[in-house]
Nanobody, 112 residues
Framework: VQLQASGGGLVQAGGSLRLSCAAS??????MGWPRQAPGKQRELVAS?????AYADSVKSRFTISRDNAKNTIDLQMNSLKPEDTAVYFC???????????WGRGTQVTVSS
């Protein structure tokens, strides 16, 4: 399984960023974006399978989408806040055995 994430960067509070992840090597039941801020536990902010799920902290601001034909997911992040600053990881679970995989993280920094 290979995961290739792109996007991220530095943005001012209130701005937007878009993360993308391309997955290959299998079919996937769940795809999502966990994040980890310094000193905090990893948090699954958005996931998508047959439906979508969001952490309360990002509901109405973040939107996850998936292209099943391409095995890609995107995370559109709007109205970003400094507390959204974290390393964001692409995450998948293989459909055949539910085994999880994490891609390399991409840094998102929101300045106040």
């Amino acid at each position: 399984v290979q995961l290739q994430a792109s996007g991220g960067g530095l943005v001012q509070a209130g701005g937007s960023l878009r993360l993308s992840c391309a997955a290959s090597g299998s079919t996937f039941s769940i795809m999502g974006w966990p994040r980890q801020a310094p000193g905090k536990q990893r948090e699954l902010v958005a996931s998508i399978s047959s439906s979508t799920a969001y952490a309360d902290s990002v509901k109405s601001r973040f939107t996850i989408s998936r292209d099943n034909a391409k095995n890609t997911i995107d995370l559109q992040m709007n109205s970003l806040k400094p507390e959204d600053t974290a390393v964001y990881f692409c995450y998948v679970r293989r459909a055949i055995n539910n085994y999880p995989y994490w891609g390399r993280g991409t840094q998102v920094t929101v300045s106040s």
